[in-house]
T-cell receptor, first 109, second 113 residues
Framework: KNQVEQSPQSLIILEGKNCTLQ??????????LRWYKQDTGRGPVSLTI?????NTKSNGRYTATLDADTKQSSLHITASQLSDSASYIC????????FGKGTMLLVSP | DAGITQSPRYKITETGRQVTLMCHQT?????MFWYRQDLGHGLRLIYY???????DKGEVPDGYVVSRSKTENFPLTLESATRSQTSVYFC????????????FGPGTRLTVL
């Protein structure tokens, strides 16, 4: 059973708009929470890594937040670009990685 | 210097045949991992290795064999391929620290007929 749940499963937004992806997890305890971006036909690439004591971490237009009390994380993408079209995967490290199924984002011109 | 590479990128085989997927990394990372990715599932860990000659099972190890005689290589063998092993396989590596980034290879798409 998957202990990392992501929503929505898929999302379409217009170029330039912002969006927020959600991740709920039940894995406990854990050492860190990661967000990966996976382009079609490629391996995942790390966007952010947060320890359980961190609340937010930014990487350019990507900002991840973590609420360890509610066991929720979000990934906010600002001013989306066509190149942001990809699957975004939430991963909890405990220490092997437990992957969510991902949110497929399509940025439309 | 490509970092982490996988070969072949695509493979079609038949049920019952032995298949070996190769993974090579140039960073001298201690840890290496094999995952499979299927529709409707997140990436699932097959096997991992903490160092040369040290391997351990992950979530879905049945039907797979690994070895790690050299730090840079981590081959995955399907001894008798089954259709349920049709998947995309990713190799990954990271350094020793728990917070170290895990780097993924480009993947191998395997089809078992």
């Amino acid at each position: 059973k998957n202990q990392v749940e992501q929503s929505p499963q898929s999302l379409i937004i217009l170029e330039g708009k912002n969006c927020t992806l959600q991740c709920n997890y039940t894995v406990s305890p854990f050492s860190n929470l990661r967000w990966y971006k996976q382009d079609t036909g490629r391996g995942p690439v790390s966007l952010t890594i947060m320890t359980f004591s961190e609340n937010t971490k930014s990487n350019g237009r990507y900002t991840a937040t973590l609420d360890a009390d509610t066991k929720q994380s979000s990934l906010h993408i600002t001013a989306s670009q066509l190149s942001d079209s990809a699957s975004y995967i939430c991963v909890v490290s405990e220490p092997t990685l437990t992957f969510g199924k991902g949110t497929m984002l399509l940025v439309s011109p | 210097d490509a970092g982490i590479t996988q070969s072949p990128r695509y493979k079609i085989t038949e049920t019952g045949r032995q298949v070996t997927l190769m993974c090579h990394q140039t960073w001298s990372h201690s840890y290496m991992f094999w995952y499979r990715q299927d529709l409707g599932h997140g990436l699932r860990l097959i096997y991992y290795s903490a160092a040369a000659d040290i391997t351990d099972k992950g979530e879905v190890p049945d039907g797979y064999v690994v070895s790690r005689s050299k730090t840079e290589n981590f081959p995955l063998t399907l001894e008798s391929a089954t259709r349920s092993q049709t998947s995309v396989y990713f190799c990954a590596s990271r350094g020793n620290g728990l917070y170290n980034e895990q780097f993924f290879g480009p993947g191998t798409r395997l089809t078992v007929l």
